[in-house]
């Protein structure tokens, strides 16, 4: 006598496949936008913790070579000291050297508009151009005119 399979042993069909497949796409579809909308919202938290932390590590450097960084000195003060500093330099101010913003870019430094002025420091956002809304905005933290135009 033959060995006769009944039909719920053969396994899936592959119109069953597909129809798994398509409903995973369809859930896949409404999930992921979701998704990426918060991971780009974490960037922009991750951004301004980072800038928070530059501006510790320059308001600690100044205390030390009672100044700021000029613009072409920039955050690089903050890892290697300047000839007319080295004396009173008393870094490195960051751990594991200046870090990128979330989007793989160096973070913007400008130098204080007043001697008893912040500096501004910040990130062009998703986008990498000035100005922008939502996660492309600009995030700036400091001096009076933060923004870069």
């Known amino acids: 006598m033959k060995n006769i399979r009944s ?8 119109v069953e ?3 798994v497949l398509a409903i995973i796409g369809l859930i896949m579809a409404l999930v992921a936008p979701r998704l990426m909308e ?3 919202k974490s960037k922009v938290v991750a951004a301004r913790a980072q800038i928070r932390s530059l501006e510790s590590a320059l308001t600690s450097m100044r205390l030390d070579i009672d100044r700021y960084p000029s613009s072409a000195e920039g955050l690089a003060l903050l890892q290697l000291p300047a000839a007319d500093v080295a004396e009173s330099w ?13 989007w793989g870019r160096p973070f913007i430094y400008r130098e204080p508009q007043t001697p008893d002025g912040r500096p501004a420091v910040g990130t062009l956002g998703s986008d990498g151009s000035a100005g922008g809304t939502g996660t492309a905005r600009d995030i700036f933290v400091g001096g009076a005119d933060a923004g870069i135009r």
């Open 7 to 14: 039909k719920f042993e053969n396994g899936f069909t592959l």
């Open 17 to 19: 496949l597909i129809i």
């Open 38 to 40: 918060q991971f780009d």
């Open 90 to 102: 008393q870094g490195p101010y960051l751990a594991e050297g200046v870090p990128k913003d979330p």
